[in-house]
C-alpha cells in the first residue's frame, strides 16, 4: 500500500517514539475514546478526548467482560502514563486498601460528557468538519 502523505514517517520506530515522547496536549487527543451509539447520534461526532467527571463503561479488558460492564465516573486522567482512573472500580492490595484500577482509553465507551463552553464548542467545530467531508464526498460522487 502506498503512503497517503509524504511529510509523514510510515516507520514503526519513529510512529512509536512519537507516541511515547509526545507532551501533554498530544496526549490529551490520543487519549480519546469513542462516544456511545447514544451520544453519537445526538452529537454527530464519534469520539472525544477523555476528562474528568465523564461517565464511562468499560468494554474490554478483565473489568468488561463482566456480565455487566462497569460503568463510573473518571476520577482521574494521567496522560503521563496514557492511564484513567474509574470510580468503583478498585482492587484491595494485600493490607486491604483499596486502590484504582488504571484503564487505557481504548477499552472504555464514553457514556455521559461533562458539558461546559469549550467542550460544546469542540463537538460543533467536529460536527461541522465531519459534515464538510460527507457533504465533498457525496458531491464527489455524483461526478462519476
Request: aromatic fraction near 2%.
Amino acid at each position: 500500500m502506498a503512503k497517503f502523505s509524504t511529510a509523514v514517517s510510515s516507520s514503526r520506530r519513529k510512529a512509536r517514539k512519537a507516541h511515547f515522547a509526545a507532551d501533554s496536549e498530544s496526549r490529551r487527543k490520543l487519549m480519546a475514546a469513542p462516544l456511545s451509539k447514544e451520544l453519537r447520534t445526538k452529537y454527530g461526532v464519534r469520539s472525544m478526548p477523555i476528562r474528568s467527571d465523564d461517565v464511562v463503561q468499560v468494554v474490554r479488558g478483565a473489568n468488561g467482560k463482566k456480565t455487566a460492564p462497569t460503568e463510573g465516573k473518571v476520577i482521574l486522567v494521567q496522560r503521563k502514563k496514557f492511564r484513567v482512573h474509574i470510580e468503583r472500580l478498585t482492587r484491595d492490595k494485600t493490607n486491604g486498601t483499596p486502590v484504582n484500577v488504571p484503564v487505557h482509553p481504548s477499552n472504555l465507551v464514553i457514556v455521559k460528557l461533562k458539558l461546559d463552553k469549550d467542550r460544546l464548542d469542540l463537538l460543533q467545530r467536529k460536527k461541522a468538519g465531519r459534515d464538510a467531508r460527507v457533504g465533498e464526498s457525496a458531491t464527489m460522487a455524483k461526478v462519476d
